[in-house]
């Protein structure tokens, strides 16, 4: 294999030899069919928030504050649930509510000038204490709807539903980058907001759209989360955020440019997932787990920067 070939396929190399030392490892119960079904379903959420951190990063921003929207969006839900609302009132108050905590992000960063890192950070730290603050700290899991529990469990001719989740979301934000105008616009201003900006784009409506969308995106990932768990915590989504950015860094070192994208970071999300899988099978402990997630956001970052200087 040259050198060129490994560069463009050595992410996807490295997926399919996770499978396979897994499989080896653990043939019993890594590669078994229910496994499969239920490596799909750990993965739906991390991929939309994933997803989201995604269309944030094309424009050379972060989003710290997907994980925390992610959990008060949940626990708005069922707050609303105990207080007697059905799901067609509460499911669409909770994404409001993820989609104007993006906006926010996206005002401060694009208006104020405020870095992403510190406005995300701040904000998501006040939809936290919200979320403790209606939850009371406790977990929610009383009346609870059953048409909540169906938007992620079942299946469909024995595909997990939360798999067309991930079809039509990453679907939909794929299209929505390479084919639209508003995705060439995002392209551009991660590319070079100097020249985007005297190019006549409209920087600061894109960015507040972007951070807009991030956030309806991660609070749809907590209500998936929520409805197939059947229960919430107030800190529920705060996990996901090292994951997603880890699958996003990863899905970089598959694009022949470095960018981030959908279907890289899809293949970024289905290594960390299978990770994540297949040390818990074989009895890695949990510690060791985050080590291997902090290890891979340094080599996939530090792979990203050697594919930049050539």
Same mark, same amino acid.
């Given at each position: 294999?040259?050198?060129?070939?490994?560069?463009?396929?050595?992410?996807?190399? %490295?997926?399919?030899?996770?499978?396979?030392? +897994?499989?080896?490892?653990?043939?019993?119960?890594?590669?078994?069919?229910? @496994?499969? +079904? @239920?490596?799909?379903?750990?993965?739906?959420?991390?991929?939309?928030?994933?997803?989201?951190? *995604?269309?944030?990063?094309?424009?050379?921003?972060? /989003?710290?504050?997907?994980?925390?929207?992610?959990?008060?969006?949940?626990?708005?839900?069922?707050?609303?649930?105990?207080?007697?609302?059905?799901?067609?009132?509460?499911?669409?108050?909770?994404?409001?509510?993820?989609?104007?905590?993006?906006?926010? @992000?996206?005002?401060?960063?694009?208006?104020?000038?405020?870095?992403?890192?510190? %406005?995300?950070?701040?904000?998501?730290?006040?939809?936290?204490? =919200?979320?403790?603050?209606?939850?009371?700290?406790?977990?929610? =899991?009383?009346?609870?709807? /059953?048409?909540?529990?169906?938007?992620?469990? #079942? /299946?469909?001719?024995?595909?997990? $539903?939360? #798999?067309?989740?991930?079809?039509?979301?990453?679907?939909?934000?794929?299209? $929505?980058?390479?084919?639209?105008?508003?995705?060439?616009?995002?392209?551009?201003?991660?590319?070079?907001?100097?020249?985007?900006?005297?190019?006549?784009?409209?920087?600061?409506? /894109?960015?507040?759209? *972007? =951070?807009?969308?991030?956030?309806?995106?991660?609070?749809?990932?907590?209500?998936?989360?929520?409805?197939?768990?059947?229960?919430?915590?107030?800190?529920?989504?705060?996990?996901?955020?090292?994951? %997603?950015?880890?699958?996003?860094?990863?899905? *970089?070192?598959?694009?022949?440019?470095?960018?981030?994208?959908?279907?890289?970071?899809?293949?970024?999300?289905?290594?960390?997932?299978?990770?994540? @899988?297949?040390?818990?099978?074989?009895?890695?402990?949990?510690?060791?787990?985050?080590?291997?997630?902090?290890?891979?956001?340094?080599?996939? $970052?530090?792979?990203?920067?050697?594919?930049?200087?050539?």
């Amino acid at each position: 294999m040259t050198r060129t070939n490994l560069n463009r396929f050595g992410t996807l190399i %490295a997926f399919v030899l996770l499978c396979v030392g +897994f499989s080896i490892a653990a043939p019993a119960a890594f590669a078994s069919p229910a @496994n499969v +079904f @239920n490596l799909v379903q750990q993965m739906a959420t991390l991929a939309i928030v994933a997803t989201a951190a *995604t269309l944030v990063m094309t424009i050379s921003e972060f /989003d710290l504050s997907v994980g925390f929207s992610a959990s008060l969006a949940a626990v708005i839900c069922f707050v609303l649930f105990g207080q007697g609302y059905d799901v067609w009132l509460a499911v669409p108050a909770a994404l409001l509510v993820g989609i104007v905590g993006g906006a926010a @992000n996206g005002v401060l960063v694009a208006r104020f000038g405020i870095p992403s890192f510190v %406005a995300t950070l701040a904000l998501g730290t006040i939809l936290s204490g =919200f979320a403790f603050g209606l939850s009371g700290g406790q977990s929610l =899991f009383q009346s609870v709807p /059953d048409g909540f529990k169906s938007l992620a469990r #079942g /299946d469909v001719f024995g595909i997990p $539903v939360l #798999g067309f989740w991930i079809v039509a979301v990453l679907g939909v934000a794929a299209f $929505v980058l390479t084919q639209t105008e508003f995705g060439r616009r995002l392209r551009a201003i991660g590319g070079n907001a100097q020249a985007a900006r005297l190019a006549g784009l409209p920087i600061v409506r /894109d960015v507040i759209v *972007t =951070f807009a969308v991030a956030g309806g995106l991660s609070a749809l990932a907590g209500l998936l989360l929520a409805s197939r768990l059947g229960s919430v915590q107030h800190t529920m989504g705060e996990p996901l955020l090292l994951p %997603a950015y880890a699958a996003v860094f990863i899905g *970089t070192t598959a694009s022949p440019t470095g960018a981030p994208t959908v279907a890289g970071t899809l293949l970024g999300v289905a290594i960390t997932g299978v990770m994540v @899988n297949g040390m818990t099978i074989v009895g890695v402990e949990p510690f060791v787990q985050k080590i291997m997630t902090g290890v891979i956001i340094l080599v996939a $970052v530090l792979l990203r920067r050697v594919g930049r200087a050539k």
